[in-house]
């Protein structure tokens, strides 16, 4: 059986080979050099991380993980806890904004139960990874056990290697639970030694009172857990969520596969930080889709050491932003695939 | 026969009562208030602009539009004029950056010689309105007479009028001209009042010295043509450029006939400025696609008063950043249109 330490060990690093011809394609290609701005940066990253001078974007992937989180009895959320199913029904209904989007840039939503509280009806769509009806309140105790978090990051892993199978050429994170900025946040507070102030935001909306509530049940969930910031899994473990847990095990599978992951927002930024400090090869194949509205995404994405592709003010989750980004990494890479070169073109290069 | 009055009066307030229905048709959908940021702003602003509540972006056309400029002798650029017909013959072998931008997004691109210097060959996808083979040397006189600025607006009005009969739902606006900045700037400079060198930048990549000259040729030309800052015909006909002036037509064409229009860099801003001084609602039908990397383009957008929506460090014109920006404005009015409400899905809504 494979480990988390042999999933990790496949993690490689960039082909710096695939990406000095892509760089050297870009700048023969008939527009003045650098001035596709990150288009070509991003071209040349999926050359490196798919060790392909000219990667092209087919099939495409967004992973929506579903999970709910005992810390909601805090009142840290503007929504209550049920709407968690009723969302990933809408998911499986095509209603939902992940749903337009991912059919707009012909992706594939893979829905999945990490977490939900309810039992969810059997659908031919849902997949069921259920680890527990929920996290334990992490204003109390742990979230769950690291058993729980390995079999989590472990069903997060056959989830992307079964999407492989069908055709992967790049993964997008998206998430759902009702409170999961909360388990974020607190991930963010006990990675970047940052105060729950500066990284708690208002989520789907709570009032001044619920941003108290909220901020409180941050601090309180690093000072009763104690993680430790050098250990990911003891930070997942006591403070994340299982849908969180799940992006996890999906961005190492991911990785370990040399596919390029567009991280969505908040949540998905917060499982991309626990990715990386378990495995810091893995930052070199993340692209960050947006810059979420909420506070503290801005100090998480420094910490990765990403920026963000767009900047839209959107604060939905359940991977929008990572799925608007697919478009972005599609145009990179297909300009750099498919423009003609000057001397294809007959186009005369720059004096100099 | 119609006069620029004419058009200029067929263009009208945005629909309040469509934006009314499409702003409360955002809240009811299932997603928390707001939170597809600028998305729910455009798509109530399609809405207005489309007298459509539930606006759909199918048929979609980038024009293209090109033209040289006698002030290329002020060595203002890095490239030679002779790139301008080569690029020209580059997007009709479908080899361009826009050509697979446009692909990727299913838009057609209307490709229009609007005053290239050498004699272009005729071909069945080159949209022949050449006014004359590129304008004057604006350092030292007007780039063009007042006839040949209006023969060229109108130039422009045929070109979307034509795209209107196959279906447009969309415009984006593209440029192709060596040494288009440089106009672009003058007119800047002319509308803003801002000095040329808070305007001027580095194009497709002069160095230092051919900064200086650029800068010097933009102030000269503001010094030497006293253009009427309340007048945009005599602004665009001084400092103008052909390819220019016909994107201000197809501006003015397509906001008289309700649609949409996103407007790309530096250039495509410089024509808006002037379609706006000549039509201030067209303001209302303007998205700005991106933030250029060339220096003045905030400045410009500001007097706009438009707020881009991609910022990928871009400055490649030929409508790249717009025709990226029309998947921003698709998802926008999918989402609107394709999404559950709260009640179709059975989502509890927000506790307030």
Same mark, same amino acid.
């Given at each position: 059986?494979?480990?988390?330490?042999?999933?990790?060990?496949?993690?490689?690093?960039?082909?710096?080979?695939?990406?000095?011809?892509?760089?050297?394609?870009?700048?023969?290609?008939? /527009?003045?050099?650098?001035?596709?701005? /990150?288009?070509?940066?991003?071209?040349? &990253?999926?050359?490196?991380?798919?060790?392909?001078?000219?990667?092209?974007?087919?099939?495409?992937?967004?992973?929506?993980?579903?999970?709910?989180?005992?810390?909601?009895?805090?009142?840290?959320?503007?929504?209550?806890?049920?709407?968690?199913?009723?969302?990933?029904?809408?998911?499986?209904? =095509?209603?939902?904004?992940?749903? $337009?989007?991912?059919?707009?840039?012909?992706?594939?939503?893979?829905?999945?139960?990490?977490? $939900?509280?309810?039992?969810?009806?059997?659908?031919?769509?849902?997949?069921? /990874?259920?680890?527990?009806?929920?996290?334990?309140?992490?204003?109390?105790?742990?979230?769950?056990?690291? /058993? &729980?978090?390995? &079999?989590?990051?472990?069903?997060?892993?056959?989830?992307?290697?079964?999407?492989?199978?069908?055709?992967?050429?790049?993964?997008?994170?998206?998430?759902?639970?009702?409170?999961?900025?909360?388990?974020?946040?607190?991930?963010?507070?006990?990675?970047?030694?940052?105060?729950?102030?500066?990284?708690? =935001?208002?989520?789907?909306?709570?009032?001044?009172?619920?941003?108290?509530?909220?901020?409180?049940?941050?601090?309180?969930?690093?000072?009763?857990?104690?993680?430790?910031?050098?250990? =990911?899994?003891?930070?997942?473990?006591?403070?994340?969520?299982?849908?969180?847990?799940?992006?996890?095990?999906?961005?190492?599978?991911?990785?370990?596969?040399?596919?390029?992951?567009?991280?969505?927002?908040?949540?998905?930024?917060?499982?991309?930080?626990?990715?990386?400090?378990?495995?810091?090869?893995?930052?070199?194949?993340?692209?960050?889709?947006?810059?979420?509205?909420?506070?503290?995404?801005?100090?998480?994405?420094?910490?990765?050491?990403?920026?963000?592709?767009?900047?839209? &003010?959107?604060?939905?989750?359940?991977?929008?932003?990572? $799925?608007?980004?697919?478009?972005?990494?599609?145009?990179?890479?297909?300009?750099?695939?498919?423009?003609?070169?000057?001397?294809?073109?007959?186009?005369?290069?720059?004096?100099?």
């Amino acid at each position: 059986m494979m480990t988390l330490e042999n999933l990790i060990s496949n993690i490689k690093p960039l082909d710096q080979s695939a990406m000095e011809i892509a760089s050297a394609r870009q700048d023969d290609l008939t /527009k003045p050099r650098g001035s596709l701005g /990150k288009l070509e940066q991003i071209s040349i &990253q999926v050359a490196g991380i798919t060790m392909n001078p000219r990667p092209r974007i087919e099939y495409k992937v967004v992973t929506v993980m579903a999970g709910d989180h005992g810390v909601v009895v805090e009142g840290v959320s503007a929504y209550p806890s049920e709407v968690t199913p009723q969302m990933v029904s809408n998911f499986l209904r =095509g209603g939902a904004a992940i749903n $337009v989007l991912a059919r707009q840039v012909g992706a594939r939503v893979v829905t999945v139960d990490m977490g $939900v509280a309810l039992e969810m009806m059997p659908h031919p769509n849902l997949i069921d /990874k259920k680890v527990a009806p929920g996290t334990g309140n992490i204003a109390k105790g742990p979230a769950m056990s690291k /058993k &729980q978090a390995l &079999q989590a990051i472990w069903a997060g892993v056959e989830v992307v290697d079964t999407e492989l199978e069908k055709g992967l050429d790049i993964l997008a994170t998206g998430d759902m639970g009702i409170g999961n900025t909360t388990p974020s946040a607190a991930i963010a507070v006990a990675l970047t030694g940052y105060s729950a102030t500066e990284i708690v =935001g208002r989520g789907t909306g709570v009032d001044d009172d619920g941003l108290h509530r909220k901020t409180n049940a941050v601090a309180q969930s690093v000072e009763i857990n104690l993680p430790d910031p050098n250990d =990911g899994l003891d930070v997942l473990s006591k403070l994340g969520g299982f849908e969180i847990a799940g992006l996890v095990g999906a961005i190492l599978a991911a990785t370990a596969n040399r596919k390029p992951v567009v991280i969505d927002g908040y949540i998905s930024t917060a499982a991309a930080m626990v990715a990386v400090s378990l495995a810091p090869q893995v930052r070199n194949y993340l692209i960050s889709a947006h810059r979420s509205l909420e506070l503290g995404h801005q100090i998480m994405l420094e910490w990765l050491g990403l920026e963000p592709l767009l900047d839209l &003010q959107m604060r939905l989750g359940e991977g929008t932003g990572a $799925v608007l980004a697919i478009s972005i990494v599609e145009a990179a890479c297909r300009t750099l695939d498919e423009m003609a070169t000057f001397r294809e073109a007959g186009v005369s290069d720059k004096e100099d």
